[in-house]
């Protein structure tokens, strides 16, 4: 009778979860500057976006390779991406499951993780949030085991390596995640540093030969190790004052529109450290050091999505590592239950026809945007079925725009809006992005004020369109003519050429 009613639980945790995603399924823009470079690499272009130049648009490779993989087998992109992230989602629940071994505590999070629109948004927007919360939890299992041999004295040496392999992931799913991983992950390789050298060095290849491997390819394919849209956020020349401001409203944001989020961060991670147990130290020492982290870049233009990493693998831990009464448990679901009711906007009250759309209701007075609101009419599943298979969708403006473009004899356009537009481009013409997104030249220069969080536009240099448009260097101003020069060798030049390696070099080091 037990086991049946654990099975209702979980069954019911699982349904609930896959009903919510359905219901507010929808991919974000950002997501279709991901799928014209997966259409660029089976046009047989490589993986890059403009069809004329090496660059990386994507800043999860594992994310990439994946969607690109499935789409081998379809040709919808769309129903690819969420087919893989509904899986991804249920997995992770799945491996919640593993890691708590309570019902009533695994039903809980799964109350508080359909609460939570910073972390729910994502699940289903095409981003690589859904491969991350999968992997973060396969991480946080392999975490909680050695926890539990630590205290019952036994050694693991395979829990080990696991673990060790979802941190070289979780670096390719996402740089910045290293944050948030990288605490626990000291920890235990400190611990096992009495093994054999061969054991720890296997280990270290484990947890470093992902990131070092496609740091390597991307190198020399791409000519930098880093995503082109790395350079283009993090390189602006802004003050780092003014992004610290801007990180703090990212925050004022979150608890303003999504106040769960935040609140049930901060609960948790003070839970942890005051647990006093070095295994949940540590793991809240990975959370305040990617909140560091996201208040240093100044946050995002997506609501709460910075966020989500922490919130998950925060909730993991402290159901995972602290005990938690029956009452505790059960006033947890009675609130979230009262949050459901009494707030409109959480992922569980939202309606199938969700809309803000309108730029006033969508952007709040920090330049932060509800994200899934501003484009759920355009890209739901709910758009998607009516649609019914017509020509462009999503049926957007910068789509029609991409189409006609695509449909014209012009073969060069500029854009800042490059995820609908460059999608239904297709694959032969070049876009310049004044947003530097996918122009690694752009992406080298400050951005210009006003700026919006994550939207750091650049101004184009004089001859800079000319210069695209017939294939020659024609800036008029000599320090960027020479700049243009080297960025064209390494993104557009012969792959193995000694001038290329050279120039490559350069670039990363910095010299003049």
Known sequence: MLRRMENFIYLSGMLLFTIVFIKNAWIAEDAYILFRSIEQLFAGNGPVWNPHERVQVFTSPLWYFLNSFLRIFSHDVYINCLALSLLLCLSSLYVLKQIVNAPMKWMCIVFLLVSSKGFFDFTS??????????????????????????????????DCFLLMICFGLLLICRHDLLTLTLPPALLVYWEQRRLPKTKLCLLLAAGLSPIILWSLFSLIYYGFPFPNTAYAKLHTGIPRGELWAQGGKYFLSSLQHDSVTVTAIAVATITLVLS???????????????????????????????LSYAYLISLCAV????????????SIMIVCLAYWLNFADTPVATPIN???????KAIDKYGIADERGFFFPS?????????????PFPYYSTSINGLNFRLSETMVSISGYIGFYGYWTGTQKIIIDFHALADPFLARLPAITPWRIGHFQRKLPEGYVDSVRSGRNLLKDLKLRQLYEETKIIAQGPLWSRERMFAIIKANMGIE
Do not use: H, P
């Open 125 to 158: 927007s095409g981003i690589e949030n859904a491969l991350a919360y999968f992997l973060l939890t396969l991480f946080l299992l392999y975490f909680s085991r050695l926890k539990r041999n630590a205290d019952t004295c036994t050694k693991s040496y395979r």
């Open 319 to 330: 159901f995972s590592f602290v005990n938690i009464s029956f009452k505790t448990l059960a």
């Open 379 to 391: 890209t739901s599943i709910w758009a998607y079925v009516k649609n019914n298979g017509r020509i």
């Open 276 to 306: 006093r147990n070095k295994y949940a130290l540590f793991v809240a020492g990975g959370i305040l050091l990617n909140l560091f982290y996201v208040m240093n870049v100044g946050g995002d233009f997506m609501q709460g999505r910075f």
């Open 354 to 360: 969700y809309n803000k759309s309108n730029s006033y």
